[in-house]
C-alpha cells in the first residue's frame, strides 16, 4: 500500500489491519502521533488525512491507501514554525507535549476550513484532545491568536526580546 | 533573579510543537522484545500454584520471570532512608492488591505477550479484602500486611506520626465551645498522557541502558540497582522527559521489571502500558479521613487543635509516611494554633499503593483545614475571611513543628482573595499586615509561643 505522508509518498508492508498510528510510528519512523490511550479517548494520536483530523490509533491502514497523511512533523520545521505552532511555543500551549501533536494538527485544520473561528468552534475543534497540564486556558489563547495571525517571527519567539533576559544556559531553563 | 517575572522561551518548547521531542516510546532500537505482566485478578489471596509451562512453551515468548528471578525481591521505597522494605517487585505466595504483578513475559510483540499472559495459570486461595481505612484500623480487622494493618516505623519506632505542642487539655478547658468535622477526599488517579514505560538495553559492556519516564531518576536507579543488587555504575539512565507526571510517575514501576527481563532475554525489552493498566495498577494519591476537634472562643481565636488523621496506603507503604510526614507539618493550615494534638496512621488496605500527587499530604490537609476554618466561623456566626485574618500565620509564630515564620504570606493572600471576589473587609482587616503580633494580635494564649520556637 501507499501512503503519502507529509508530502512523501511511502510504501508501506505493515499488515491492512495494522492502526494508522503504529504504522507511521513504528514502520516509518513518525513518532510525532503518540499512543496516549489506544481507545480514541484522547486525540494525542490524531493526524489529518485528506486535511481532515482522524484517531490514526483506531483506524487500519486498510482504509488509507493513497490517502494523504500529514503529522505535526508536516506542519512545520524549528527553523520556520508553523502559525499554530509558533502561537502554541509563544503562548506556553505545551507543557510536557505528549498531547501537543494532536492539538496543533487538529488547531490546524480548524483555521484552514475556518478563517475566523468563534469560542463554540475551537471548542468544538478540541474538545476530543485531552491536556492533563496545561488546565486548556493557554491552548485556548494560543487558538485564538493563531487564528488572528498574531505570533511573532521564530527569531523573537524562539529567541529573548530586546529588553527581556538571555536564557543562561542554551538549551535548559535560565 | 532576572528570570523571575520574565516571560522566557521554553527550553523544550520548539520540539514539543515540532513533534522533535523524544519520549521513552518514541526511542527506536532494533531486536525488540515486549513486556507484559500477569497481574492478581483479586484483591487479596494466597498463591496456591502457579503454572507458567504453557506461556514458556510458546512461539515467541523468550523469557518468564517470577519472584525467584529477582535477586532482591522485597525492597521498600524508603529503604535508602534505613526503614525496612515490605513491598515484593513480584507477587511471592500472596497478592494483596487487584493488579500486583505475579509474573513477566518478554515476547517478539505485544500481542505475544498479552497472549502468553492469559496462557499462565493462577490458583488463588481468596481472602475478605480491607478497602476502608476505619474499617483495617480496627484493632480486631483481619492482618492484611507482615507490619499488621498499619505502619510501625516512624522515628524511635512509633507507629504513627504524632504532633504534641502547648497544652492541649488545658486549651479545651478554656474554649467557649468545640468545633468538629471530619473530612474524607477521595483517591484520585493521576492519568498522565504519556503512560508508564520503560525500555531497556542490555549494552556489550554488560552495563544496561535504561530510557525512563520516571520524574525521580538517581532514585529509580537506587531501586534498580537494589532490586538487581548492582553497583550503580552498571546502570545508565536516560530520562527528564515526561509525559506528565503529577507525581504518580515518583514511584518505579516498569524500569526494574523491563530490565530483569532484558537480562535474561539478553535483547532490548520495551513495556508501555495500555491505558488500562494506568488506571487499574499505576498508584494514585491515597484517600485520606481526617478528625478535627477545635477549641474555640467565641471572638474567633483558635486557642487548641486535636486532630486524628489516617492515611490510606494501599498495599504496601512505598512514600506514604513522608506524605503522612509532610501531612502533619501543615495540619495547622496558614493559621497559628499554638496548643496541639496530632496522631496520624499509615494504614494499609488491599488497594493499589498510594503516592505523591500535587502537594504530598499538604493537598487533603489544606482541603480539611479551609473547610473547618469555614465552619468554625459559620458556628461562631463570624466571617470566615476575618477569622482566617484573626488565626493568621505573622512573623514570629511557630508551625506545629516548631519552626518559627521569618516572612509568612497569609495575611496578604487572604485580603487579596477577599478583594479579587469582592468581599469588604471592615478597615482594621484591610489594613493588618504580616508582622510580629502585638496589642489585640497578641492574646495571652499566645504570648508564650510568639518568638520562642522552643515553646512547642
Known amino acids: 500500500m501507499e501512503l503519502t505522508v507529509n508530502g512523501v509518498s511511502r510504501e508501506v508492508q505493515s499488515p491492512p489491519l495494522t492502526p494508522l498510528l503504529f504504522v507511521l510510528r513504528d514502520e516509518l519512523g513518525i513518532t510525532g502521533p503518540k499512543a496516549g490511550c489506544q481507545q480514541g479517548g484522547c486525540g494525542a494520536c490524531t493526524v489529518l488525512v485528506d486535511g481532515e483530523p482522524r484517531r490514526s490509533c483506531l483506524a487500519p491502514l486498510a482504509a488509507f491507501d493513497g490517502a494523504e497523511i500529514t503529522t505535526v512533523e508536516g506542519l512545520g520545521t524549528p527553523e520556520k514554525l508553523s502559525t499554530v505552532q509558533a502561537a502554541f511555543h509563544e503562548h506556553y500551549a505545551s507543557q510536557c507535549g505528549f498531547c501537543t501533536s494532536g492539538f496543533l494538527v487538529a488547531t490546524h485544520a480548524l483555521l484552514e476550513s475556518t478563517k475566523d473561528p468563534s469560542c463554540h468552534d475551537v471548542e468544538a475543534a478540541l474538545a476530543g484532545h485531552v491536556c492533563r497540564c496545561t488546565g486548556y486556558v493557554k491552548i485556548l489563547e494560543a487558538v485564538e491568536a493563531a487564528a488572528r495571525g498574531d505570533v511573532g517571527e521564530v527569531s523573537t519567539v524562539t529567541r529573548p526580546q530586546e529588553g527581556q533576559p538571555e536564557v543562561l544556559v542554551p538549551g535548559s531553563p535560565a | ?456
Open chain 2, 1 to 456: 533573579m532576572k528570570a523571575v517575572g520574565a516571560r522566557l522561551p521554553r527550553y523544550d518548547g520548539v520540539a514539543h510543537v515540532t513533534g522533535r521531542t523524544q519520549f521513552v516510546d518514541d526511542v527506536r532500537v532494533g531486536n525488540l522484545l515486549w513486556a507484559k505482566a500477569l497481574r492478581s485478578t483479586v484483591h487479596s489471596a494466597e498463591i496456591k500454584g502457579l503454572d507458567l509451562s504453557k506461556a514458556e512453551k510458546m512461539k515467541g515468548v523468550r523469557a518468564v520471570i517470577t519472584c525467584a528471578d529477582v535477586p532482591q525481591n522485597v525492597y521498600g521505597h524508603l529503604e535508602a532512608l534505613g526503614i525496612p522494605g515490605d513491598e515484593p517487585l513480584l507477587a511471592d505466595g500472596e497478592v494483596r492488591y487487584l493488579g500486583q504483578p505475579i509474573a513477566l513475559v518478554a515476547a517478539e510483540d505485544e500481542g505475544t505477550a498479552m497472549e502468553a499472559i492469559e496462557a499462565i495459570e493462577v490458583d488463588y486461595a481468596e481472602r475478605e479484602p480491607l478497602f476502608d481505612i476505619r474499617k483495617a484500623a480496627d484493632s480486631n480487622a483481619p492482618k492484611i500486611h507482615q507490619w499488621g494493618n498499619w505502619y510501625t516505623h516512624f522515628e524511635d519506632e512509633m507507629d504513627r506520626r504524632q504532633i504534641r505542642k502547648g497544652d492541649i487539655e488545658a486549651a479545651f478547658e478554656m474554649a467557649d465551645t468545640i468545633v468538629s468535622g471530619v473530612y474524607r477526599p477521595a483517591a484520585i488517579e493521576h492519568i498522565p498522557l504519556e503512560t508508564q514505560t520503560a525500555l531497556v538495553v542490555p549494552e556489550p559492556s554488560g552495563r544496561l541502558t535504561i530510557y525512563s519516564c520516571t520524574q525521580a531518576l538517581y532514585f529509580s536507579m537506587g531501586v534498580v540497582a537494589a532490586h538487581l543488587q548492582w553497583p550503580l555504575n552498571k546502570l545508565k539512565f536516560v530520562g527528564g522527559t515526561v509525559g506528565g507526571g503529577f507525581g504518580g510517575k515518583v514511584d518505579t514501576a516498569t524500569e526494574t521489571m523491563s530490565a530483569l527481563l532484558a537480562l535474561k532475554s539478553g535483547r532490548p525489552v520495551k513495556w508501555r502500558w495500555t491505558r488500562e493498566e494506568e488506571f487499574l495498577c499505576s498508584s494514585t494519591r491515597a484517600p485520606w479521613h481526617m478528625e478535627i476537634a477545635d477549641a474555640v472562643t467565641k471572638d474567633g481565636w483558635i486557642l487548641g487543635r486535636k486532630m486524628l488523621t489516617l492515611h490510606d496506603s494501599g498495599a504496601y507503604a512505598r512514600f506514604s509516611p513522608y506524605g503522612l510526614t509532610k501531612h502533619s507539618f501543615h495540619h495547622t493550615g496558614a493559621y497559628t494554633i499554638p496548643n496541639l494534638h496530632f496522631d496520624g496512621y499509615v494504614v494499609f488496605t488491599n488497594r493499589v499503593p498510594t503516592t505523591a500527587m500535587r502537594g504530598f499530604g499538604v493537598t487533603s490537609v489544606s482541603f480539611a483545614t479551609e473547610l473547618h476554618m469555614t465552619r468554625v466561623a459559620q458556628i461562631l456566626g463570624l466571617d470566615p475571611f476575618e477569622i482566617r485574618l484573626k488565626n493568621a500565620n505573622r512573623v514570629g509564630d511557630t508551625s506545629p513543628n516548631g519552626i518559627a515564620y521569618a516572612d509568612p504570606s497569609t495575611v496578604p493572600t487572604i485580603q487579596k482573595i477577599a478583594e479579587a471576589i469582592g468581599h469588604e473587609l471592615p478597615a482594621d482587616y484591610r489594613s493588618m499586615n504580616g508582622e510580629a503580633r502585638q496589642g489585640e494580635l497578641l492574646p495571652e494564649h499566645l504570648v508564650a509561643q510568639v518568638g520562642d520556637p522552643e515553646a512547642h
